[in-house]
C-alpha cells in the first residue's frame, strides 16, 4: 500500500459524458501527479500541483481539469468523454516539488476509466 | 529534458542477475537517475535512485559511470514475481516540477522458471 488513494476503482460512462476522478495523497507529501495510461500510449504525464497550486502541465487535454484543495486532495475532471479518453488514470504524491532531486513518488492503484 | 533509451523487453530466468541499461546522453548537471517498476494494471513504485557511482538497496544496485551518460539497474537472483515493466526516468534537481517523472516505454523484464 503506496498510501495514495485513488476513487473511484472502476468508472463505465458514455461518451460526451463528465467524469471527475479523485486522488488522497500520502499524508505530508504536497505534491500531486496525473498520468494517464493507455495500451498504445504508455504512462502520459498530465499535470502536477505542488500545496495547492500547478506546478507543471504535461499533454493534458483542454477537456481535462485538474484542482488540489487545502487538504491537499486532488481531483481530475474529465469532460466531453471520447473513447479515446478510455484508460488507466493514475494519481501519485511525493512530499517535495523538485521530482527526482532525492525524492520518490507514490503511486496510487489507478482509476480504470471506459467510456462506451 | 533527458531523454532516456532503453531496450524494449528482455528475458531471463529464475535465480539469474538481471542488468538493465538505459543511455540518458543529455543528461544535465542537476539531473538524478530513478528507476521505477510496473505491474501490470497498477501503478509504478519505486525501485532506486541515483546521481552518480553506485547506489544499493534491499532489492536492487543502480551503477552509474563517471560520464553518467547511462547507467544499469542490476537486479540480483530475480523470480517470476519480478516480471514487470521496468522504467528509467532521469530529471528532477533544479529543473524541477514532474520533469524527473517523464516515462518513456520502459523495459518489459519477462522472467522465466
Known amino acids: 500500500d503506496s498510501g495514495v488513494t485513488q476513487t473511484p476503482k472502476h468508472l463505465i460512462t458514455a461518451t460526451g459524458q463528465r467524469v471527475t476522478l479523485r486522488c488522497s495523497p500520502r499524508s505530508g507529501d504536497l505534491s500531486v501527479y496525473w498520468y494517464q495510461q493507455s495500451l498504445d500510449q504508455g504512462l502520459q504525464f498530465l499535470i502536477q500541483y505542488y500545496n495547492g497550486e500547478e506546478r507543471a502541465k504535461g499533454n493534458i487535454l483542454e477537456r481535462f481539469s485538474a484542482q488540489q484543495f487545502p487538504d491537499l486532495h486532488s481531483e481530475l475532471n474529465l469532460s466531453s468523454l471520447e473513447l479515446g479518453d478510455s484508460a488507466l488514470y493514475f494519481c501519485?504524491?511525493?512530499?517535495?516539488?523538485?521530482?527526482?532531486?532525492?525524492?520518490?513518488?507514490?503511486f496510487g492503484q489507478g482509476t480504470r476509466l471506459t467510456v462506451v | 529534458l533527458a531523454k532516456t533509451t532503453q531496450p524494449i523487453s528482455m528475458d531471463s530466468y529464475e535465480g539469474q542477475e538481471v542488468n538493465i541499461t538505459c543511455s540518458h546522453n543529455?543528461?544535465?548537471?542537476?539531473?538524478?537517475i530513478t528507476w521505477y517498476q510496473q505491474f501490470p494494471s497498477q501503478g509504478p513504485r519505486f525501485i532506486i535512485q541515483?546521481?552518480?557511482t553506485k547506489v544499493t538497496n534491499e532489492v536492487a544496485s543502480l551503477f552509474i559511470p563517471a560520464d553518467r551518460k547511462s547507467s544499469t539497474l542490476s537486479l540480483p537472483r530475480v523470480s517470476l514475481s519480478d516480471t514487470a515493466v521496468y522504467y528509467c526516468?532521469?530529471?528532477?534537481?533544479?529543473?524541477?516540477?514532474?520533469?524527473?517523472?517523464?516515462f518513456g516505454k520502459g523495459t518489459h523484464l519477462i522472467i522465466q522458471p
Open positions: 543529455n543528461i544535465a548537471t542537476n539531473d538524478y
Open positions: 526516468l532521469v530529471g528532477g534537481g533544479s529543473g524541477g516540477g514532474a520533469d524527473g517523472l517523464t
Open positions: 501519485a504524491s511525493s512530499v517535495g516539488a523538485l521530482q527526482g532531486a532525492d525524492t520518490e513518488a507514490f
Open positions: 541515483g546521481y552518480k
